[in-house]
């Protein structure tokens, strides 16, 4: 798909979500929304991609790292926002198909967008278009066809007739243009609506007059094109992300014992035969081995690694650490920056202080220590292999505990054996 570039329209201001976020940095399973149209494209190959920024366009642009974007500096409409990437576009010799969608349409499937490039491609319409058919189309533009089904234009609603208004086939808001025949009816767009904005949808009736094709391809699942707009629909895409999250997991071979009540985000790698007990919470980033067992009521956050085989129980929270094979951590325990080798017991209400107010610091816990219940390790600091603490022991900063030793107290020190 060399040929094809990408427009994601991304200028709105978002009023409804009454924010000073940018609607399209506002975040569905742990990623912020724009980063959805962009991992689909490159799941299909696509990576040439312009999105358009307007309203927090710094915030926007700071978080696109390494994709290209122009700003609409008005925002006066889609047409014109598209027409802001007519001099990259034109100049670029090699692409000759140009497919355009929303940033605030975060739930597009890659297979959607591959049957209708698919279709534009085979078909050599200068405009094809994503359509769907809805009982209750309010809210979207209708698709307007002649007598013999060709598409002669697209209405906005707010600018419909009540004969309009009763069509059922909507405009999802995804195309694929001939680059050329795109470029050349933007020209003619004039902002007579209600709106006065530049409609890149009066492209398609320009192009209908002109007799150049202009095709559909529709899809039947109504939460592909779902817009985000409000906080309302932002939880319903959470809903629908976190569902296709949580199936993707289980067909790898992952046990969740209960889906409706199990929060994963998108972007966590769980190997196989792993179980994830209720009411557990994992963030993106994570990385947990086969054969372990989460939950119930643990938070996994960023940075967390979990080699094969670990177990960790009820209350319990990580973050950025690494747990090695068959090491416990199973109730009320809080580890945070913490590298901890194999076969670990990490005791019940167990606590790693990473944090001095001013500065996180490491812990390092080796193979086959053993942590009793209460312990606190105020880092940095190091348990040797094969190390024990006390139960209510705490291990103050730097005072590491050598292997094969045995601390107890506070502050913590070595147990010194009775000579008998």
Request: hydrophobic fraction near 40%; proline fraction near 3%; charge should be positive.
């Amino acid at each position: 798909m060399k040929n094809i570039a990408v427009v994601i329209l991304a200028a709105g201001e978002g009023t409804r979500m009454r924010s000073s976020i940018p609607k399209v940095l506002h975040t569905i399973c742990g990623r912020p929304m724009i980063d959805y149209p962009l991992l689909t494209l490159k799941s299909i190959g696509i990576q040439n991609t312009i999105v358009v920024i307007g309203h927090g366009a710094g915030m926007v642009q700071e978080h696109l790292t390494g994709i290209k974007c122009i700003k609409q500096d008005k925002l006066l409409g889609t047409g014109d926002a598209v027409l802001k990437t007519k001099n990259v576009l034109l100049k670029d010799n090699k692409i000759d198909t140009v497919l355009i969608t929303c940033g605030d349409v975060p739930l597009l499937k890659a297979e959607t967008l591959r049957k209708l490039i698919s279709r534009h491609i085979s078909t050599r319409s200068g405009c094809t278009i994503l359509t769907s058919h809805l009982k209750n189309p309010t809210g979207y533009g209708r698709i307007l066809r002649s007598g013999n089904n060709k598409i002669v234009k697209i209405v906005e609603e707010v600018d419909a007739s009540i004969y309009d208004k009763v069509i059922e086939e909507i405009n999802v808001g995804v195309y694929c243009f001939d680059k050329d025949a795109l470029f050349d009816a933007l020209q003619e767009i004039k902002p007579n609506n209600r709106k006065k904005e530049y409609y890149l949808t009066d492209v398609i009736g320009i192009l209908a007059k002109s007799d150049i094709i202009v095709d559909s391809v529709s899809t039947d699942e109504a939460e592909e094109f779902l817009g985000v707009n409000t906080r309302s629909d932002l939880m319903q895409a959470e809903e629908v992300v976190r569902r296709r999250v949580l199936t993707d997991i289980m067909q790898k071979g992952v046990s969740i014992i209960d889906p409706n009540n199990t929060y994963i985000q998108e972007g966590v790698e769980i190997k196989r035969d792993t179980v994830i007990y209720p009411y557990t919470f994992i963030d993106n980033g994570v990385k947990i081995g086969p054969k372990c067992s989460i939950g119930p009521f643990a938070r996994l956050r960023q940075g967390t690694v979990l080699d094969e085989e670990v177990s960790i129980g009820n209350f319990v929270e990580i973050v950025r650490s690494k747990i090695g094979k068959a090491t416990k951590i199973r109730h009320q325990c809080y580890i945070g920056d913490t590298v901890i080798g194999k076969r670990v017991n990490i005791g019940a209400g167990t606590i790693v202080a990473n944090y001095d107010g001013k500065h996180k610091h490491k812990t390092v816990i080796d193979d086959n220590a053993f942590i009793g219940t209460g312990t606190v390790l105020i880092a940095p600091v190091k348990i040797g292999k094969g190390a024990v603490t006390g139960a209510g022991s705490i291990v103050t900063k730097n005072h590491n505990v050598p292997a094969g030793k045995t601390v107890v107290g506070v502050p913590a020190k070595i147990l010194k054996k009775i000579k008998r």
